[in-house]
């Protein structure tokens, strides 16, 4: 298992921007996918954007062109940059981790950090 850690959460205005990160330790993060899902409430757990330890990504069409998901395989670190960010990208952000490459679906993620809120007022 990979222990996971994120930050960057907080309170922004409709078209301003955030920076999450998170952090893994435990283990090695060679051919290990990681993903940012977030969940609002009343709602099912998304995934947002996915990167592969190749630097292949994925985006949901929801975020494409606007958020910008990249690693630092050095500093075992995943960033996800949020730029013109709407009250609907409101949620909670999840950092996940697998090994291999990456999926859709939050069940197969096995690694999960605690969580980061974001908040995007109108």
């Known amino acids: 298992h990979a222990q996971l850690v994120e930050s960057g959460g907080g309170l922004v205005q409709a078209g301003g921007s955030l920076r999450l990160s998170c952090t893994a330790s435990g283990r090695t993060l060679s051919n290990y996918a990681l993903g940012w899902f977030r969940q609002a409430p009343g709602k099912e757990r998304e995934l947002v954007a996915a990167?592969?330890?190749?630097?292949?990504?994925y985006y949901s069409e929801s975020v494409k062109g606007r958020f910008t998901i990249s690693r630092d395989n050095a500093k075992n670190t995943v960033y996800l940059q949020m730029n013109s960010l709407k009250p609907e990208d409101t949620a909670v952000y999840y950092c996940?981790?697998?090994?291999?490459?990456?999926?859709?679906?939050?069940?197969?993620?096995?690694?999960w950090g605690q969580g980061t809120q974001v908040t995007v007022s109108s």
């Open positions: 996940a981790g697998r090994a291999g490459t990456s999926r859709m679906n939050w069940y197969d993620y096995k690694d």
């Open positions: 990167i592969n330890w190749s630097g292949v990504t």
